[in-house]
T-cell receptor, first 113, second 114 residues
Framework: SAVISQKPSRDICQRGTSLTIQCQVD?????MFWYRQQPGQSLTLIAT?????????ESGFVIDKFPISRPNLTFSTLTVSNMSPEDSSIYLC??????????FGPGTRLTVT | DQQVKQNSPSLSVQEGRISILNCDYT??????FLWYKKYPAEGPTFLIS?????DKNEDGRFTVFLNKSAKHLSLHIVPSQPGDSAVYFC?????????????FGKGTHLIIQP
Protein backbone atom coordinates (compact mmCIF):
# COMPACT_ATOMS: atom_id res chain seq x y z
CA SER A 1 0.00 0.00 0.00
CA ALA A 2 1.09 3.60 -0.61
CA VAL A 3 2.37 5.83 2.19
CA ILE A 4 0.65 9.19 2.11
CA SER A 5 1.52 12.30 4.08
CA GLN A 6 -0.39 15.55 4.42
CA LYS A 7 0.61 19.01 5.53
CA PRO A 8 -0.45 20.70 7.70
CA SER A 9 -1.92 18.14 10.08
CA ARG A 10 -4.15 20.81 11.56
CA ASP A 11 -4.72 24.55 11.37
CA ILE A 12 -6.94 27.25 12.79
CA CYS A 13 -7.76 29.95 10.27
CA GLN A 14 -9.78 33.14 10.20
CA ARG A 15 -12.80 33.47 7.96
CA GLY A 16 -12.11 35.02 4.59
CA THR A 17 -8.60 33.58 4.33
CA SER A 18 -7.36 30.61 2.28
CA LEU A 19 -5.41 27.48 3.22
CA THR A 20 -3.47 25.17 0.92
CA ILE A 21 -3.21 21.53 1.95
CA GLN A 22 -0.43 19.38 0.54
CA CYS A 23 -0.56 15.66 -0.19
CA GLN A 24 2.59 13.65 -0.88
CA VAL A 25 2.67 9.98 -1.95
CA ASP A 26 5.72 7.70 -1.78
CA UNK A 27 5.04 6.22 -5.24
CA UNK A 28 3.77 7.41 -8.58
CA UNK A 29 -0.01 7.26 -8.90
CA UNK A 30 -2.32 8.28 -11.70
CA UNK A 31 -5.37 9.21 -9.71
CA MET A 32 -5.62 11.11 -6.46
CA PHE A 33 -8.82 11.97 -4.65
CA TRP A 34 -9.74 14.70 -2.17
CA TYR A 35 -12.42 14.15 0.48
CA ARG A 36 -13.97 16.19 3.25
CA GLN A 37 -15.41 14.94 6.53
CA GLN A 38 -17.53 17.51 8.30
CA PRO A 39 -18.20 16.98 12.02
CA GLY A 40 -20.46 13.97 12.58
CA GLN A 41 -20.74 13.29 8.86
CA SER A 42 -19.44 10.75 6.39
CA LEU A 43 -16.49 11.32 4.09
CA THR A 44 -17.60 13.21 0.98
CA LEU A 45 -15.66 13.23 -2.29
CA ILE A 46 -14.66 16.74 -3.36
CA ALA A 47 -12.79 16.03 -6.57
CA THR A 48 -10.63 13.59 -8.52
CA UNK A 49 -7.21 14.85 -9.60
CA UNK A 50 -5.36 13.26 -12.52
CA UNK A 51 -1.88 14.38 -13.41
CA UNK A 52 -1.85 16.47 -16.55
CA UNK A 53 -5.53 17.27 -16.64
CA UNK A 54 -8.05 19.46 -14.86
CA UNK A 55 -9.56 18.09 -11.67
CA UNK A 56 -13.08 16.69 -11.86
CA UNK A 57 -15.36 18.12 -9.18
CA GLU A 58 -18.36 16.47 -7.58
CA SER A 59 -21.76 18.11 -7.39
CA GLY A 60 -21.73 20.88 -4.82
CA PHE A 61 -18.02 21.60 -5.13
CA VAL A 62 -16.53 24.20 -7.48
CA ILE A 63 -13.03 25.02 -8.64
CA ASP A 64 -13.16 28.62 -7.42
CA LYS A 65 -13.74 27.45 -3.87
CA PHE A 66 -11.49 24.35 -3.93
CA PRO A 67 -8.75 24.81 -6.55
CA ILE A 68 -6.58 21.72 -6.96
CA SER A 69 -3.12 21.34 -8.42
CA ARG A 70 -1.51 18.09 -9.59
CA PRO A 71 1.96 19.00 -10.86
CA ASN A 72 3.34 15.45 -10.89
CA LEU A 73 2.50 11.83 -10.12
CA THR A 74 3.40 12.00 -6.41
CA PHE A 75 2.00 15.34 -5.25
CA SER A 76 -1.23 17.33 -5.13
CA THR A 77 -2.57 20.39 -3.33
CA LEU A 78 -6.09 21.40 -2.35
CA THR A 79 -6.81 25.03 -1.49
CA VAL A 80 -9.82 25.99 0.60
CA SER A 81 -10.57 29.55 -0.47
CA ASN A 82 -12.39 32.40 1.25
CA MET A 83 -13.07 30.20 4.24
CA SER A 84 -16.16 30.30 6.42
CA PRO A 85 -16.91 28.34 9.62
CA GLU A 86 -18.85 25.81 7.50
CA ASP A 87 -15.52 24.78 5.95
CA SER A 88 -14.35 23.45 9.31
CA SER A 89 -13.70 19.80 8.47
CA ILE A 90 -11.11 17.11 8.12
CA TYR A 91 -9.69 17.12 4.60
CA LEU A 92 -8.19 13.87 3.30
CA CYS A 93 -6.41 12.83 0.16
CA UNK A 94 -6.39 9.27 -1.12
CA UNK A 95 -4.89 7.20 -3.92
CA UNK A 96 -6.06 4.07 -5.65
CA UNK A 97 -4.39 0.79 -4.72
CA UNK A 98 -3.73 -2.26 -6.83
CA UNK A 99 -7.11 -3.93 -6.39
CA UNK A 100 -9.43 -0.93 -6.58
CA UNK A 101 -9.18 -0.09 -2.90
CA UNK A 102 -8.16 3.43 -1.89
CA UNK A 103 -5.54 4.42 0.64
CA PHE A 104 -5.91 7.57 2.68
CA GLY A 105 -3.59 10.12 4.16
CA PRO A 106 -3.81 11.07 7.85
CA GLY A 107 -5.99 14.09 7.13
CA THR A 108 -5.82 17.83 7.80
CA ARG A 109 -8.08 19.11 10.56
CA LEU A 110 -9.21 22.62 9.69
CA THR A 111 -11.01 24.94 12.09
CA VAL A 112 -12.32 28.25 10.77
CA THR A 113 -13.11 30.96 13.31
CA ASP B 1 -29.85 11.71 0.19
CA GLN B 2 -27.62 9.10 1.78
CA GLN B 3 -26.81 6.35 -0.70
CA VAL B 4 -24.85 4.37 1.87
CA LYS B 5 -26.36 4.03 5.33
CA GLN B 6 -24.95 2.76 8.57
CA ASN B 7 -27.89 2.94 10.92
CA SER B 8 -26.04 2.10 14.12
CA PRO B 9 -23.91 5.04 15.28
CA SER B 10 -22.31 2.85 17.93
CA LEU B 11 -21.98 -0.80 18.92
CA SER B 12 -20.60 -2.31 22.11
CA VAL B 13 -19.30 -5.90 22.08
CA GLN B 14 -17.52 -7.99 24.65
CA GLU B 15 -13.95 -9.04 23.94
CA GLY B 16 -13.81 -12.48 22.30
CA ARG B 17 -17.33 -12.28 20.93
CA ILE B 18 -18.42 -11.59 17.36
CA SER B 19 -18.89 -8.00 16.17
CA ILE B 20 -21.37 -7.50 13.35
CA LEU B 21 -21.49 -4.14 11.61
CA ASN B 22 -24.23 -3.48 9.08
CA CYS B 23 -24.50 -1.32 6.00
CA ASP B 24 -27.33 -0.68 3.53
CA TYR B 25 -27.16 1.00 0.15
CA THR B 26 -29.73 2.38 -2.26
CA UNK B 27 -27.83 2.81 -5.54
CA UNK B 28 -28.17 -0.29 -7.74
CA UNK B 29 -25.15 0.83 -9.76
CA UNK B 30 -22.77 0.14 -6.87
CA UNK B 31 -20.66 -2.90 -7.73
CA UNK B 32 -17.79 -2.75 -5.28
CA PHE B 33 -17.91 -2.39 -1.52
CA LEU B 34 -15.24 -1.67 1.05
CA TRP B 35 -14.84 -1.43 4.80
CA TYR B 36 -12.50 1.02 6.47
CA LYS B 37 -11.39 1.40 10.07
CA LYS B 38 -10.54 4.79 11.53
CA TYR B 39 -8.78 5.72 14.74
CA PRO B 40 -8.97 9.30 16.07
CA ALA B 41 -6.54 11.70 14.38
CA GLU B 42 -5.70 9.16 11.66
CA GLY B 43 -6.95 8.59 8.15
CA PRO B 44 -9.21 5.63 7.34
CA THR B 45 -7.39 2.30 6.96
CA PHE B 46 -8.59 -0.17 4.34
CA LEU B 47 -9.80 -3.45 5.86
CA ILE B 48 -11.56 -5.63 3.33
CA SER B 49 -13.58 -5.35 0.15
CA UNK B 50 -16.03 -7.36 -1.91
CA UNK B 51 -17.10 -7.28 -5.53
CA UNK B 52 -20.78 -7.57 -6.41
CA UNK B 53 -20.12 -10.88 -8.16
CA UNK B 54 -19.38 -12.46 -4.78
CA ASP B 55 -21.44 -12.88 -1.65
CA LYS B 56 -18.62 -13.43 0.82
CA ASN B 57 -15.01 -12.46 1.28
CA GLU B 58 -12.83 -13.48 4.19
CA ASP B 59 -9.49 -12.17 5.48
CA GLY B 60 -8.35 -13.51 8.83
CA ARG B 61 -10.74 -12.37 11.53
CA PHE B 62 -12.71 -10.21 9.09
CA THR B 63 -15.49 -11.46 6.83
CA VAL B 64 -17.73 -9.34 4.64
CA PHE B 65 -21.09 -10.64 3.44
CA LEU B 66 -23.02 -9.11 0.57
CA ASN B 67 -26.75 -9.59 -0.07
CA LYS B 68 -27.41 -7.87 -3.38
CA SER B 69 -31.14 -8.47 -3.43
CA ALA B 70 -31.48 -6.77 -0.06
CA LYS B 71 -28.80 -4.15 -0.87
CA HIS B 72 -27.16 -5.01 2.41
CA LEU B 73 -23.67 -5.88 3.53
CA SER B 74 -22.18 -6.71 6.85
CA LEU B 75 -18.74 -6.97 8.39
CA HIS B 76 -18.09 -9.74 10.90
CA ILE B 77 -15.12 -9.59 13.25
CA VAL B 78 -14.36 -12.82 15.10
CA PRO B 79 -13.08 -12.85 17.75
CA SER B 80 -13.29 -9.19 18.71
CA GLN B 81 -10.17 -7.71 20.29
CA PRO B 82 -9.59 -4.46 22.22
CA GLY B 83 -7.60 -3.04 19.30
CA ASP B 84 -10.70 -3.33 17.13
CA SER B 85 -12.26 -0.39 18.98
CA ALA B 86 -12.54 2.27 16.27
CA VAL B 87 -15.00 3.85 13.86
CA TYR B 88 -15.85 1.58 10.91
CA PHE B 89 -16.95 3.05 7.60
CA CYS B 90 -18.74 1.23 4.84
CA UNK B 91 -18.01 2.56 1.32
CA UNK B 92 -19.24 1.80 -2.17
CA UNK B 93 -18.26 2.45 -5.77
CA UNK B 94 -19.98 2.10 -9.13
CA UNK B 95 -16.88 1.57 -11.23
CA UNK B 96 -15.16 -1.30 -9.48
CA UNK B 97 -13.60 1.21 -7.13
CA UNK B 98 -11.07 2.32 -9.67
CA UNK B 99 -11.92 5.38 -11.67
CA UNK B 100 -14.35 6.97 -9.30
CA UNK B 101 -14.24 8.09 -5.73
CA UNK B 102 -16.05 6.26 -2.97
CA UNK B 103 -19.42 6.94 -1.35
CA PHE B 104 -19.22 6.51 2.41
CA GLY B 105 -21.65 5.84 5.21
CA LYS B 106 -21.51 7.88 8.41
CA GLY B 107 -19.69 5.20 10.32
CA THR B 108 -20.28 2.95 13.32
CA HIS B 109 -18.25 3.41 16.48
CA LEU B 110 -17.31 -0.07 17.69
CA ILE B 111 -16.39 -0.38 21.35
CA ILE B 112 -14.86 -3.64 22.55
CA GLN B 113 -15.48 -4.18 26.25
CA PRO B 114 -12.86 -6.15 28.23
Amino acid sequence: SAVISQKPSRDICQRGTSLTIQCQVDSQVTMMFWYRQQPGQSLTLIATANQGSEATYESGFVIDKFPISRPNLTFSTLTVSNMSPEDSSIYLCSVRGGFNEQYFGPGTRLTVT
Amino acid sequence: DQQVKQNSPSLSVQEGRISILNCDYTNSMFDYFLWYKKYPAEGPTFLISISSIKDKNEDGRFTVFLNKSAKHLSLHIVPSQPGDSAVYFCAASSSGGGADGLTFGKGTHLIIQP
